[in-house]
């Protein structure tokens, strides 16, 4: 198979798929895992900052889990953040390119003027979306 074949192929594989994609046929390691939102809540509580280091290609994220910093993901640009992440503005104060944030119960979270790009917010609390 070519290249190209194989990354049409890899676009449409889920999350954990793609993984062993990559593992099995060590000469497509260009091909990139970008999507960290729709993979299996198993793989998501697994994210880590070591992890992330890995990925810095990732451009839609989910974090149910604490992370310290994302600030290397420069190519993010969909973030959902949730009550178990901890995480503080500062803390992807450098991801400028986001266009889609949802904060589900994220309380850590008081500035988002840095986010320039933004086009969609959602921010939900106890009581339901805001």
Same mark, same amino acid.
């Given at each position: 198979?070519?290249?190209? +074949?194989?990354? +049409?192929?890899?676009?449409?594989?889920?999350?954990?798929?793609?993984?062993?994609?990559?593992?099995?046929?060590?000469?497509?390691?260009?091909?990139?895992?970008?999507?960290?939102?729709?993979?299996?809540?198993?793989?998501?509580?697994?994210?880590?900052?070591?992890?992330?280091?890995?990925?810095?290609?990732?451009?839609?994220?989910?974090?149910?889990?604490?992370?310290?910093?994302?600030?290397?993901?420069?190519?993010?640009?969909?973030?959902?953040?949730?009550?178990?992440?901890?995480?503080?503005?500062?803390?992807?104060?450098?991801?400028?390119? +986001?266009?889609?944030?949802?904060?589900?119960?994220?309380?850590?979270?008081?500035?988002?003027?840095?986010?320039?790009?933004?086009?969609?917010?959602?921010?939900?609390?106890?009581?339901?979306?805001?």
């Amino acid at each position: 198979m070519t290249f190209d +074949i194989c990354s +049409i192929i890899y676009n449409f594989l889920d999350f954990g798929c793609k993984h062993k994609f990559r593992l099995i046929n060590r000469s497509h390691l260009k091909l990139k895992i970008k999507d960290f939102i729709n993979i299996k809540h198993e793989h998501t509580m697994k994210i880590n900052d070591t992890i992330l280091k890995n990925y810095s290609d990732v451009t839609d994220l989910k974090l149910s889990t604490k992370v310290t910093s994302i600030n290397h993901l420069t190519n993010l640009t969909r973030l959902i953040l949730t009550e178990r992440s901890n995480m503080e503005s500062s803390c992807f104060n450098k991801c400028t390119k +986001i266009t889609n944030l949802k904060l589900d119960r994220c309380y850590c979270i008081e500035d988002i003027n840095f986010l320039t790009n933004l086009t969609e917010l959602c921010v939900v609390n106890e009581k339901g979306v805001l």
